[in-house]
């Protein structure tokens, strides 16, 4: 019913920058938070920024001035700029969406968390 297709992952050396995106797509009648996790090999999923509706965003201590977290509400798309990357950066990046969904149908709502894929990045020293 809805789907998540990120893009953007690849490989580069320290200091370099990717953008990440996620477009959702289906019977979204409304998107509330929208995040990026990322889970590095042998560690646990750990938050990497969101931003909620009102376009209020939050970042881990980690991240704070290199990442940037935006979204484009006509398109249901977040964007993650990531600028002087690290080679601690690097993992498998997941989009985050919590969002309602209505069908037309049965004029059924439900709210509900997705995940994208993920993407990997990758960071050389």
């Known amino acids: 019913q809805v789907q998540l297709v990120e893009s953007g992952g690849g490989s580069v050396q320290a200091g370099g920058s990717l953008r990440l995106s996620c477009a959702a797509s289906?019977?979204?009648?409304?998107?509330?938070?929208m995040g990026w996790y990322r889970q590095a090999p042998g560690k646990q999923r750990e938050l990497v920024a969101d931003?909620?509706?009102?376009?209020?965003?939050n970042y881990a201590d980690s991240v704070k001035g290199r990442f940037t977290i935006s979204r484009d509400n006509a398109k249901n798309t977040v964007y993650l700029q990531m600028d002087g990357l690290k080679p601690e950066d690097t993992g498998v990046y997941y989009c985050?969406?919590?969002?309602?969904?209505?069908?037309?149908?049965?004029?059924?709502?439900?709210?509900?968390?997705?995940w994208g894929q993920g993407t990997q990045v990758t960071v050389s020293s």
């Open positions: 289906g019977s979204i009648a409304i998107i509330h938070r």
């Open positions: 985050n969406l919590d969002l309602t969904t209505w069908d037309r149908a049965s004029s059924r709502v439900a709210r509900d968390d997705y």
């Open positions: 931003i909620t509706s009102s376009g209020n965003s």
